[in-house]
């Protein structure tokens, strides 16, 4: 089966621009989470919708934000792009986690953002 | 709190010998544990996985794990690298409960595999 597909793959921003980004899940998948990864901090978690509502956020500011469709197909934005905002944002899909605890997520090759 | 410490952020091996990348981890709870490796501007990919079931967990590409309780540990270890091996690897607890901010994953902050010829 396909795999998570995350598009664009590679984005050049300038600041004060917003951006959206896309996570198309595994078929079947009901789970879409989104994390953040800079050199600095590590992988940091953005936030996770489930069935099209937002079950979890992170301590990012609310220039972050997202949102899941019916087909649970996710979109993240950013507004205001700082650049501290370039990083690789990658999202993870699973059926669901309550459910699915153990199996694991299966990761997009993510998008990396550069803002200049 | 949850937690996941990999004891090292760098290790380096020669191919063809043993690989060791510590884990530790702090959780309530019996927690689900995942090792991840990353290849340069690639996501994650899943190696194995502890869910209650065997404590000496076996995954992809000759890698496996064994988890402690007594010592909260999930060391990944392979019996010998591969030049292909060379990437990072995370450790990972999964919260089964809403993780709240941390969100439903803890990640460890990685440890970067460098495998000399």
């Known amino acids: 089966k396909a795999g998570v597909t995350q598009t664009p793959r590679y984005l050049i921003k300038t600041r004060g621009q917003q951006v959206t980004l896309s996570c198309s899940p595994i078929?079947?998948?009901?789970?879409v989470s989104w994390y953040q990864q800079t050199p600095g901090q590590g992988l940091q978690f953005l936030f996770e919708?489930?069935?099209?509502?937002?079950?979890n956020k992170g301590n990012f500011p609310g220039r972050f934000s997202g949102r899941q469709f019916s087909n649970s197909r996710s979109e993240m934005n950013v507004s205001t792009l700082e650049l501290g905002d370039s990083a690789l944002y990658l999202c993870a899909s699973s059926y669901d986690r309550l459910r699915d605890r153990g199996h694991g997520y299966t990761f997009g090759s993510g998008t990396r953002l550069t803002v200049v | 709190a949850q937690s996941v410490t990999q004891l090292d952020s760098h290790v380096s091996v020669s191919e063809g010998t043993p690989v060791l990348l510590r884990c530790n981890y702090s959780?309530?709870?019996?927690?689900?544990l995942f090792w991840y490796v990353q290849h340069p501007n690639k996501g994650l990919q899943l190696l194995l996985k502890y869910t209650s079931a065997a404590t000496l967990v076996k995954g992809i590409n000759g890698f496996e794990a064994e988890f402690k309780k007594s010592e909260t540990s999930f060391h990944l270890t392979k019996p010998s690298a591969h030049m292909s091996d060379a990437a990072e690897y995370f450790c990972v607890v999964s919260w089964r409960y809403y993780g709240g901010s941390q969100g439903n994953l803890i990640f460890g902050k990685g440890t970067k595999l460098s495998v000399k010829p």
């Open positions: 078929s079947g998948h009901r789970s």
């Open positions: 959780s309530s709870y019996s927690p689900s």
């Open positions: 919708y489930f069935s099209e509502t937002q079950r």
